[in-house]
């Protein structure tokens, strides 16, 4: 078993920033893709940022320039630095993962539970 957990989700003004963090835990041999999506209201799901095993990274247009990405692999962690938010930012951010497991070295894709993210005044 394999468990994402989110946070630092909330509620920010136009303008603010958030940073989120997501750790993995449980039979882990090794992480490769780390990446979030968020899904708002009535909308589908999208692809907000990812990072790769080595460190590149890939990011939605519409948050270009604004957040950020990293990724701390001795901690099993990914974060989402969110500066400049606007109202369309609001949504449902989700941490997702490409794991191989301990043996027996199982790949598993797995989804944390969600963190919301308000931008209003």
């Known amino acids: 078993q394999v468990h994402l957990v989110e946070s630092g989700g909330g509620l920010v003004q136009p303008g603010g920033s958030l940073r989120l963090s997501c750790a993995a835990s449980?039979?882990?041999?090794?992480?490769?893709?780390m990446g979030w999506y968020r899904q708002a209201p009535g909308k589908q799901r999208e692809l907000v940022a990812a990072?790769?095993?080595?460190?590149?990274?890939n990011y939605a247009d519409s948050v270009k320039g604004r957040f950020t990405i990293s990724r701390d692999n001795a901690k099993d962690t990914v974060y989402l630095q969110l500066n400049s938010l606007k109202p369309d930012d609001t949504a449902v951010y989700y941490c997702?993962?490409?794991?191989?497991?301990?043996?027996?070295?199982?790949?598993?894709?797995?989804w944390g539970q969600g963190t919301l993210v308000t931008v209003s005044s």
């Open positions: 990072i790769a095993a080595g460190g590149n990274t």
């Open positions: 449980g039979s882990i041999f090794s992480i490769t893709a």
């Open positions: 997702q993962t490409d794991v191989v497991t301990l043996a027996p070295y199982r790949y598993l894709e797995v």
